[in-house]
């Protein structure tokens, strides 16, 4: 689908320098744009390419509106507007209603008619299924389950019972959302004894979830991931957690039961967000980082070592396991150091 660029502009706001009338119908990177392409540079990194672009437009922040001689759309977040465009740009697939023959929806089930049920997809009884939802091949919708409108269930992803999934989210092929998850409690024998886990999983407007990523039902109550959070692929959200608006988290990230986490937060990939702790608002946690006790943000935290040489990594584990001997004998140094200069005898 082709855009003119002062369609373009007007669609995100930003200030046309060019030729209004030019066609684009792609994004593509700043470095291999061609003449109906849109690019975009907002890091300084990437600065020296701009000049070299042959891009038929550049989406720039305007200090860097005259370092390019060719169309220009010039805005504070070139990011996001890049983003805006290439959505237009590139919309998803269009929504074919119907049901696929080999679809099983159970007789109870409340399935709009603009909704479309690929192949070998399961509907199971009670469930309701919103305006022009997709529901990818062998996608499961449990019993009792809730999709909101324009919501997207890709190939194989497995919605269980009584789960509630809000308008306009993606979920991803593989996504298991509301599976029992970690549930066992150990008797006086030390055996594990499996126990009910009897919430649900609410989800918000607007989240997407990663291909593989897992979100574990409640035990008692929900497990709730709040509107516009984005998560990436093979990311475990045990039982009871709570997701702000707007937090997004990377692949990889395990979120251990009840730790609730707020708004517009930013996990990277591979953390570890121990149970029942609180995040507060706007935290960003590092990549690889184990956030073990509640923290109230907004801020940025980090932990874990990387990696190093292996003979010094050795050298280093090796001092290590010595280190509380250490800080003994310096605690004893001190204490002779304070006593000489406070003239007193050690």
């Not at 792609?26 to 975009?40: E, F, I, K, N, S």
């Not at 399961?122 to 990818?136: D, L, N, P, Q, S």
């Not at 290590?320 to 406070?342: N, P």
């Amino acid at each position: 689908m082709a855009y003119t660029l002062r369609e373009l502009a007007d669609a995100v706001g930003a200030t046309l320098r060019g030729k209004g009338e030019a066609e684009i119908d792609a994004v593509a990177p700043l470095d291999r744009a061609g003449p109906r392409h849109v690019a975009y540079c907002a890091q300084a990194r990437y600065r020296g390419l701009i000049a070299k672009s042959q891009a038929g437009a550049l989406i720039l922040h305007p200090d860097d509106g005259d370092v390019f001689p060719g169309n220009r759309l010039l805005c504070d977040d070139p990011r996001g507007a890049f983003a805006r465009i290439a959505r237009l740009l590139h919309p998803p697939g269009a929504i074919e209603p119907g049901r696929h023959p080999s679809a099983v929806i159970h007789e109870s089930a409340d399935v709009a008619d603009s909704a479309s049920v690929g192949p070998h997809a399961v509907i199971e009884a009670h469930a309701r299924v919103g305006h022009r939802v997709f529901i990818g091949p062998g996608a499961v919708v449990g019993e009792g389950c809730v999709v909101g409108a324009g919501t997207r269930i890709e190939a194989r992803a497995v919605i269980m019972r009584d789960c509630v999934i809000g308008e306009r989210c993606v979920i991803s092929p593989g996504a298991v959302i509301g599976g029992e998850g970690f549930g066992y409690a150990r008797d006086a024998q030390g055996r594990w004894l499996k126990v009910p886990q009897l919430g649900r999983v609410v989800i918000g407007n607007d989240v997407d979830i990663g291909a593989n990523t897992t979100i574990d039902r409640g035990a008692l109550g929900d497990t709730v991931i709040a509107d516009g959070v984005k998560l990436d692929n093979l990311i475990q959200i045990a039982h009871n957690v709570q997701v702000g608006e707007h937090t997004a988290m990377a692949g990889c990230v395990g979120v251990a039961g009840s730790a609730v986490i707020g708004k517009r937060c930013l996990i990277a990939g591979g953390a570890g967000i121990m149970g029942h702790i609180t995040v507060g608002d706007d935290v960003e946690v590092t990549a690889m980082s184990f956030l073990k006790s509640s923290v109230t943000g907004p801020g940025r935290y980090s932990s874990s070592l990387p990696a190093a040489d292996a003979d010094l990594w050795a050298r280093n584990l090796g001092r290590f396991r010595h280190l509380d001997e250490l800080a003994r004998r310096l605690r004893r140094v001190e204490h002779m150091i304070k006593q000489i200069l406070s003239g007193g005898r050690h």
